[in-house]
């Protein structure tokens, strides 16, 4: 059984930061990279970031590069999420899962999803 716990959410101003984690338990051994979605009101869930759990090679959308950064810690099988110069825009539900690739973007690998974590981003 696989579960997945996000957390680090809040209210904060524009421009100001915010560092998410996400505890992984279970059967995570065979992932191959870990990445951050999110989902705002009325809209699809969307890509924001992954990294390759061997490599550390690690990948953004273009809503988020140069602002946010993905890391992880394999020995607590937890991956972070560091969120500068936050925006309106990043107001979302952020949800961590084992990733995979398609073409030339990611989607999750499987069905496994946390609780997810708010964000709201006040201007």
């Known amino acids: 059984q696989v579960q997945l716990v996000e957390s680090g959410g809040g209210l904060v101003q524009a421009g100001n930061t915010l560092r998410l984690s996400c505890a992984a338990s279970g059967r995570t051994f065979s992932w191959y990279a870990m990445g951050w979605f999110r989902q705002a009101p009325g809209k699809e869930r969307e890509f924001v970031a992954a990294?390759?759990?061997?490599?550390?090679?690690?990948y953004y959308a273009d809503s988020v590069k140069g602002r946010f950064t993905i890391s992880r810690d394999n020995a607590k099988n937890t991956v972070y999420l560091q969120m500068n110069s936050l925006k309106p825009e990043d107001t979302a539900v952020y949800y961590c899962?084992?990733?995979?690739?398609?073409?030339?973007?990611?989607?999750?690998?499987?069905?496994?999803w946390g609780r997810g974590t708010q964000v709201t981003v006040s201007s």
């Open positions: 899962a084992p990733v995979t690739r398609l073409g030339t973007g990611w989607g999750p690998a499987g069905n496994y």
């Open positions: 990294i390759n759990y061997s490599s550390g090679t690690t």
